[in-house]
């Protein structure tokens, strides 16, 4: 948007908002207004329930051109496929939860890996009534949860999703503004989405052929994997490390088998 | 409320929404659910189009108790009767833009009030289409507005109520000193330096054993292996898991080496 790009604010452009299986088209207009507010632009939708829909259109009111632009997607893994980071909204506790990010972190985040990436971030947003399954998640680098009233955690979509921009927009102008004659270091070169999901099924190819992951028990094992290696945001040159490695241990478990 | 007395957070149920003039309940029943989510609780409506309303039910989901105890008020001067501080949203520009305050300013200045007081403060929001009038904003002590997009500042009303809220929680509970994440769960036991340590020489091992690692040609794979995993802050689980991903390549590997 010219506009971002005036204030420079144009890393606001390369912020895709996904919204996985949303029910309600009312909410995908909310959304496409939400994220105009703030200067966001790339809305993505994995198997919304109704798009195009003339509800949308009436909730987005001055946003529709977000509508018009926005790229609907078979999957959360197309949908995330290009982006060198991603962080999944989540209300829920569970035993993966510990390293969560609230709101303005997450945000800061984003904004950081897309300025010394020049690459797209996405903000994943769940179902309305069921939020982000489990594995959905398991597709984002690190969960975010918004701090609300314990007894009452229920936030609409729309609602979300404003405050989770209103936070983009305040760091991409803290960013930009803070020190801009002191460039960034510049970061190792972070793996892409897809190199990441690439390197996951080898690594779970890896070890089931090793015998150490059952396929019939899988033990949350690969979620755990994920969780691990989704704190450590793998750059390009580890994933080849890494997968040279598996490579190496492809072949003595090749030779065994031949063995036996 | 209760939850919000356990938490520190019983400033917030001093803190007033009122909403001027509002057109549509529906944004009425948003308020109320946006409130809750946030922990609070009173809710002021200045000469409602329609109040009670079943579609402001509806969209209160699972905070209707909000619109049961909202007061309704004749004028803004009635619902702003005996509170210490008020702040008005406006997104218009006007001669009195210098003074105004984002939502994170104004936010930490209504808590401290409250809190230094024990009195209630007010936030006022007008109506959807026209916003508060001059004189309406007259009423407040300061003007609030929200960091926009200059093309597209149409934010809804409640997702604007749903920004100032939260805000406000952030606020409480900084200055009642929690975190301003959400309370306490236990994170999941850290790696001991030593078992790091094991891990490392583990790893090491192996891959020098698959032939991926050559002892007279490093090229510093190890200092990048633990840049990679030290970025991650292993937990003691997750070193059991690797070792144990190890552990099953190397019988791969040994049996290949018996073979040869």
């Given at each position: 948007m010219d506009n971002s790009n005036m204030?420079?604010?144009?890393?606001?452009?390369?912020?895709?908002?996904?919204?996985?299986?949303p029910s309600h088209?009312?909410?995908?207009?909310?959304?496409?207004?939400?994220?105009?507010?703030?200067?966001?632009?790339?809305l993505w939708l994995v198997s919304p329930a109704s798009f195009p829909d003339p509800v949308a259109e009436a909730r987005a009111c001055g946003a529709v051109d977000i509508l018009g632009s926005a790229r609907v997607a078979d999957s959360l893994?197309?949908?995330?496929?290009?982006?060198?980071?991603?962080?999944?909204?989540?209300?829920?506790?569970?035993?993966?939860?510990?390293?969560?990010?609230?709101?303005?972190?997450?945000?800061a985040e984003l904004v950081q890996w897309s300025q010394n990436t020049s690459g797209e971030v996405a903000l994943v947003f769940g179902n309305e009534a069921s939020g982000l399954s489990n594995e959905e998640l398991g597709l984002c680098a690190l969960p975010v949860t918004i701090p609300a009233n314990p007894?009452?955690?229920?936030?609409?979509?729309?609602?979300?999703?404003?405050?989770?921009?209103?936070?983009?927009?305040?760091?991409?102008?803290?960013?930009?503004?803070?020190?801009?004659?002191?460039?960034?270091?510049?970061?190792?070169?972070?793996?892409?989405?897809?190199?990441?999901?690439?390197?996951?099924?080898?690594?779970?190819?890896?070890?089931?052929?090793s015998g150490f992951?059952?396929?019939?028990?899988?033990?949350?094992?690969?979620?755990?994997l994920r969780r691990l290696f989704g704190r450590a945001r793998l750059e390009k040159e580890e994933i080849a490390i890494?997968?040279?490695?598996?490579?190496?241990?492809?072949?003595?478990?090749?030779?065994?088998?031949?063995k036996q």
């Open positions: 204030n420079g604010l144009s890393v606001l452009d390369r912020v895709r908002v996904v919204l996985s299986r088209p009312g909410n995908i207009g909310a959304a496409a207004r939400a994220m105009k507010t703030m200067g966001l632009s790339r893994q197309e949908a995330l496929s290009g982006t060198v980071f991603t962080a999944g909204l989540t209300a829920r506790r569970r035993d993966l939860s510990a390293t969560r990010l609230d709101p303005r972190a997450a945000a007894a009452y955690a229920s936030l609409n979509l729309g609602a979300a999703i404003q405050l989770m921009c209103y936070e983009l927009r305040l760091a991409a102008m803290e960013q930009t503004g803070g020190t801009p004659f002191l460039p960034a270091e510049p970061l190792p070169e972070p793996a892409t989405n897809d190199e990441i999901e690439k390197f996951f099924s080898h690594l779970k190819s890896s070890i089931e052929a992951l059952d396929p019939d028990k899988p033990r949350r094992l690969m979620p755990k890494l997968r040279g490695i598996l490579a190496s241990f492809d072949t003595g478990i090749k030779a065994t088998r031949q």
